[in-house]
């Protein structure tokens, strides 16, 4: 049994999902388990992790348009404001989402199905540096 | 330290609540594991994983009348529509809820709480055969 | 390669986040592991976890008031009503938030960024205990 662990860091201009999937494969084959579980952590609070469709690009503008739409900027009653109007619903739009996703690794791959990508959902309007932490355990 | 990995699928007939919760405990069971950590994942991007409540079947009912009201088919601003009215607020429904759960094991058991069952929730209406992923890893 | 199990009760009184981070900087540290994945799981269905920033505190309020927002109580199409008229928007914000969260260790401490820190959210009005799962397997 072994493991491994590394950081990424995508570079983040504006709202919207940057895909890491490439980056989660390379550090699973990487590490040379074939069997195991990799898990995928984000250290920030106002974007999150999400797993979803990367067939067709307009599943993802539309996952932001329902986000937005369900936290829109300008909810008069926010008291966490000082950061920007976007802050505090970027705040809210993580904690609907993921902060962690864990996978299970077997023939040297995590088992995404096929329709199935690793996204960072970037929540901030400005362009941010954003830290992925991988861990792998396994044989 | 040993690991296991094995997946079971589910055939959906539409919308609704699939509890997993005795093939979750047969995996552990089998694996032989008595300490250790159990990963459920499943392979899909119109339905999700959901603990909840498994005693009073009106709490599954409430669940998806919330999430059917909260995303309803016939939002007229999306756009990936190709794959029919549900499927888009499949994706929606999804992200809003979780691809992958973690459970602590002890005693050979995942350690769920007395009211706490797994389940597939599928956000499709016609049927599908949904496949999940069970690891294990432990003593 | 190791692991350590060990469960951890909160006393909530009412609605609200309940900040767990030193109680889970306190059980990796104690494990004597350095390097690995740590596990928290809560073993009830009406309240959740949630990584958010523990900065300033005006988050927590605002989070709360969305999640208020977003699932009110009263909502007169609900069946489960038996428990109180705020058990089953606690099913459904727990349906929105986590059960399960894993978070990699390294140099013995859980690679948490500047301002996360670990939540409770307690959906309920009235006090109770909640048990925490921890998990941790690594070196």
Known sequence: MQQAVDSISIATRGQGLY???????????GSGISTGLV????????CSL??????????????Q???RRLVPEGM????????????????IKAALTQTSIG?????????????????LFEHRTR????ELVFHIIGD
């Open 50 to 63: 999400l797993i979803q469709e990367n067939a067709d690009p307009d599943v993802q503008i539309d996952l």
């Open 127 to 130: 362009p941010h540096r954003r």
């Open 103 to 119: 996978i299970p690794v077997t023939e040297g791959r995590p088992v995404l199905g096929t329709w199935q990508g690793l996204f």
């Open 76 to 91: 008069d009653w926010l008291v966490h404001t000082t950061e920007g109007p976007d802050d505090m619903p970027a705040h």
């Open 19 to 29: 895909e890491a999937t490439r980056d989660l494969r390379a550090f699973v084959a």
């Open 39 to 46: 898990t995928i952590f984000v250290r920030h609070t106002s």
């Open 65 to 67: 348009g329902f986000f």
